[in-house]
């Protein structure tokens, strides 16, 4: 995990760090601290004060940051939900870096894949393991996701057997974006699904984000890892799977 984003991650399950505090906390020099702050506010994704910084809880984080955080417990989840993924049957992935390792392990060979976001498209056209469909649109700032009035139009004309969705957040309530942007394009992928599953590792447990997407009763099952306190995957409305990141043989 890159500095930055240790930095970013705990800005966002703890709200405000003081330099001083977060340079003991990550054992480097407060100039250190100082340095990676004045890059991430330059890209927007905290905001600096006399001693310290917030997160800009409403801005996504840039792929490059996201995929570095947690890679162990994500490669465990997609490889996870991959194995539930049947033979014939048409998916639908989510926009993600979680839902993004769910392509990486899909093994069988007669399966029609739907995705909007560039990278998934890409993993599944180079390796030639499925029929992609891949739906087009207007590319969100920081990410690799297609979104927009066409990207909700394309959608509407098809019908999936399964569709996969990361989040930002998940609490008792449902699941969370950190911005409103998908919020309609993720409904509607929700709507042409015979089923559907989320991913997200257990870091998305309890955060803050502001805009609710779904509530847990839309959903079969959710995986996560093994980190996440069972007595509290036990109240969730929906089966909680988890997954031990230790087992994951691709480390």
């Given amino acids: 995990m890159t500095r ?17 505090g977060l340079a003991q906390r990550l054992d480097v020099n407060p100039s250190t601290i100082r340095r990676e702050f004045e890059k991430l506010e330059r890209m927007e994704l905290l ?29 465990a989840i997609g ?46 056209a180079e390796r030639q393991s499925a029929h ?4 087009g649109g207007e590319l969100l700032p920081n990410v690799y996701t297609l979104w927009g009035p066409s990207s909700v139009q394309q959608i509407e004309h098809l019908r999936v057997d399964v569709a996969i969705f990361g989040a930002d957040t998940v609490d008792e ?6 911005s409103s942007y998908e919020i309609e394009l993720k409904r509607t992928m929700r709507s042409i699904a ?15 984000a502001l805009f609710k997407v779904f509530d847990l009763d839309q959903f079969t099952a959710g995986i996560t890892d093994t980190m996440l306190d069972p007595i509290r995957a036990s109240h969730f409305p929906v089966p909680i799977i988890t997954v031990n990141p230790r087992n994951d043989s691709g480390i």
């Fill in 79 to 124: 490889k996870a939900m991959a194995d539930k993924v049947l033979d014939g049957q048409t998916i639908l992935l989510d926009s993600g870096s979680t839902t993004l390792e769910v392509a990486k392990h899909l093994k069988h060979s007669r399966l029609t894949v739907v995705t909007n976001d560039l990278r998934i498209g890409v993993e599944i």
């Fill in 173 to 178: 309530q449902g699941i969370f974006n950190t």
């Fill in 4 to 20: 930055q984003a240790m930095i970013l991650e705990i800005l966002q399950e703890e709200g405000f760090q003081s330099v001083v």
């Fill in 47 to 75: 905001q600096r004060t006399h001693g310290g910084a917030y997160p800009m809880k409403h801005l996504d984080t840039p792929s490059a940051i996201k995929e570095s955080l947690h890679k162990r417990e994500k490669r």
């Fill in 132 to 135: 992609l469909v891949f739906i």
């Fill in 194 to 208: 015979k089923e559907a599953f989320f991913v997200a590792d257990s870091s998305k447990f309890g955060r803050e």
